[in-house]
């Protein structure tokens, strides 16, 4: 499903299951040694997947540690992003010659609950997605699913924190995002894409080397 939504050139590896097989490297699973099962599954999972990415690049195995706040450590040149939900987890991957950052996120294609929306979103994103078409995907579940996308491909260029009112969104029905981001930065803005299937919406952010310009 998500590499229906990555330009080429980049490589991805999904799971429809949150245990995959996998024996972590004893650094990686120091990451997690005092997290409770489910989140130890879902690491786990996810670094499967970006080794399974990455080996499509030819890269050798070797443990996907973690920068700042989180953020995936990847081999030196080389940039990804990985998401996991239930019973999901998908890594994508690309050269960084090539690919300036990039940000995927999958969430289950249900609304959010109560309250969740006003949380995340600005005033002008709740009216446009009001006026989207009911039905086929669950546009404030998406919503929220694109931001978190946006902040996995802002934080390995900025290395800081942006907030849900500090990026505006607009969701397409043809499958397509631009998201404007309303802070001072090492870009203004991103393009993306996003799918609804079995029950997932995935969003995926792809910035080119080439496409990156200079901020604001
Ligand atoms: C970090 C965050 C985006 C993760 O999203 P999520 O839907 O909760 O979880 P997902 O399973 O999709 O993604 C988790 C993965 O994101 C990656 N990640 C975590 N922090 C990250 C960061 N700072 N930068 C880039 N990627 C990060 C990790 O690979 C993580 O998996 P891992 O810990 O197993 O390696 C979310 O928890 C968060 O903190 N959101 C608040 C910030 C935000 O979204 N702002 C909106 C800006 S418009």
Redesign the pocket.
């Known amino acids: 499903m998500i590499d229906q939504i990555l330009p080429a050139g980049l490589t991805a590896w999904a799971e429809r299951r949150d245990d995959a097989p996998v024996e972590l490297y004893p650094e990686e699973a120091a990451l997690v040694a005092r997290a409770v099962e489910k989140r130890r599954r879902?690491?786990a999972t996810?670094r499967w997947c970006a080794r399974k990415a990455l080996a499509q690049l030819g890269v050798p195995p070797a443990p996907v540690l973690?920068g700042?706040?989180?953020?995936?450590r990847w081999p030196a040149g080389f940039v990804g992003?990985?998401?996991?939900?239930p019973g999901y987890a998908a890594a994508v991957v690309g050269r960084s010659a090539l690919i300036k950052t990039i940000?995927v996120?999958?969430?289950p294609d249900e609304a959010l609950p109560e309250g969740v929306l006003d949380a995340i979103s600005l005033p002008g994103e709740r009216d446009r997605i009001a006026e989207l078409k009911p039905g086929g995907v669950s546009w404030d579940r998406l919503l929220f699913c694109v931001?978190?996308a946006?902040?996995?491909a802002?934080?390995?260029l900025a290395q800081r924190?942006?907030?849900?009112t500090?990026?505006d969104a607009v969701l397409r029905p043809d499958g397509t995002f631009t998201v404007r981001l309303l802070v001072d930065g090492p870009v203004s803005g991103f393009e993306g894409r996003w799918r609804a299937e079995s029950n997932l919406v995935v969003a995926a952010i792809v910035l080119r080397s080439a496409d990156a310009g200079s901020g604001r």
């Open positions: 879902e690491f996810g973690q700042e706040r989180g953020s995936p992003s990985i998401t996991h939900c940000g996120d999958a969430e931001k978190e946006v902040y996995k802002w934080f390995p924190w942006l907030d849900f500090e990026a």
